[in-house]
């Protein structure tokens, strides 16, 4: 039930992922147009709401088909997507994120980590995509930091040499009890690491009225990660109904890098979000040993 879940979830990424293409606007769970640079999330003016994710007939984002069928006992066929980045990029960034846990057939469920050196050459490509979790809130184009992630804002507003991300899922459930999450790492010029940070929260993204998935995004209190971090931020994508929270995110600053973990809704834990802050210590405090 498990790699059903995983499947599922990977499903809606898909959907919203095609939706952005077809509107221009390719990456994560949405890119700019041409992935070129752009301005970050939280600037001064929003850009217009895009179309609202499509809903699928009789299911919740949480529990849709895949889009890729896996063959009974063959190889995961999304393991084939190329990567669209430029050069092998530093391959120090797969060291510095948080090993993969799996078991048995699960195993299969699991993409592995990869790092992309910027710039992408293809901006509708899934690659990326497949190694984060979005939420299915789509708002104005200012709020993607938030509900798509900070490595499709990377691709959006910073697709140019000299930035790179390090991109891992935990798909599956881990015997220690840990929910599935994601994990990304950014690095570049300080410039752009400061801009991706902590950019202002817009007004517009507190409360998004879009159809089909509507929500918002609500900052929430983080407690320091650790010994030289420069800043940090936690917030939650929230829905509706059934599903009140739809992704539980960190962002931490670290010298010289910055990473995020996001964690989705996921029907077999009630409460997933209460793991992120020992997720994101994990996380920083292996990030800033391997990369300092």
């Known amino acids: 039930m498990d790699g059903t879940m995983e499947a599922m979830t990977r499903a809606l990424t898909l959907l919203l992922i095609m939706l952005s293409v077809l509107t221009g606007l390719a990456g994560c769970a949405t890119r700019a147009p041409g992935g070129g640079a752009g301005s970050p999330a939280g600037g001064g003016t929003s850009a217009p709401a895009r179309g609202p994710a499509a809903s699928v007939a009789g299911v919740t984002p949480s529990t849709s088909a895949t889009?890729?069928?896996?063959?009974?006992?063959?190889?995961?066929?999304?393991?084939?997507?190329?990567?669209?980045?430029?050069?092998?990029?530093?391959q120090q960034l797969i060291r510095a994120l948080l090993p993969q846990v799996s078991s048995g057939r699960e195993s299969a469920f699991l993409l592995p980590p990869a790092v992309v050196a910027l710039p992408d050459r293809d901006?509708?490509?899934?690659?990326?995509?497949?190694?984060?979790y979005a939420s299915p809130v789509v708002g104005p184009q200012a709020c993607d930091g938030w509900t798509a992630g900070l490595s499709a804002l990377a691709v959006s507003g910073f697709n140019?040499?000299?930035?790179?991300?390090?991109?891992?899922?935990?798909?599956?459930?881990?015997?220690?009890?840990?929910?599935?999450?994601?994990?990304s790492i950014i690095t570049g010029p300080p410039s752009v690491l400061d801009a991706l940070a902590g950019p202002p929260l817009p007004a517009a993204c507190?409360?998004?009225?879009?159809?089909?998935?509507?929500?918002?995004?609500?900052?929430?209190?983080?407690?320091?990660?650790?010994?030289?971090a420069v800043s940090a931020r936690a917030f939650e994508v929230t829905g509706t109904g059934k599903f009140p929270v739809w992704t539980w995110a960190e962002v931490i600053r670290g010298r010289g890098f910055l990473m995020e973990i996001r964690i989705p809704n996921q029907s077999a834990n009630p409460d997933p979000g209460a793991a992120l802050t020992a997720i994101a210590a994990n996380a920083y405090a292996r990030a800033a040993a391997v990369l300092a």
Do not use: C, W
């Not at 901006?123 to 984060?132: A, H, M, V």
């Not at 891992?168 to 994990?183: I, K, R, Y």
């Open 67 to 90: 889009a890729f069928m896996m063959p009974a006992g063959g190889p995961n066929p999304e393991a084939a997507i190329p990567n669209p980045g430029t050069g092998a990029g530093d």
């Open 123 to 132: 901006p509708g490509s899934l690659f990326i995509g497949l190694r984060q």
């Open 160 to 183: 140019r040499p000299g930035v790179q991300l390090g991109v891992t899922e935990q798909s599956v459930p881990t015997q220690a009890g840990l929910p599935m999450f994601s994990e």
């Open 206 to 228: 507190r409360a998004i009225t879009t159809p089909h998935y509507p929500g918002g995004v609500k900052p929430t209190t983080v407690p320091a990660p650790g010994p030289g």
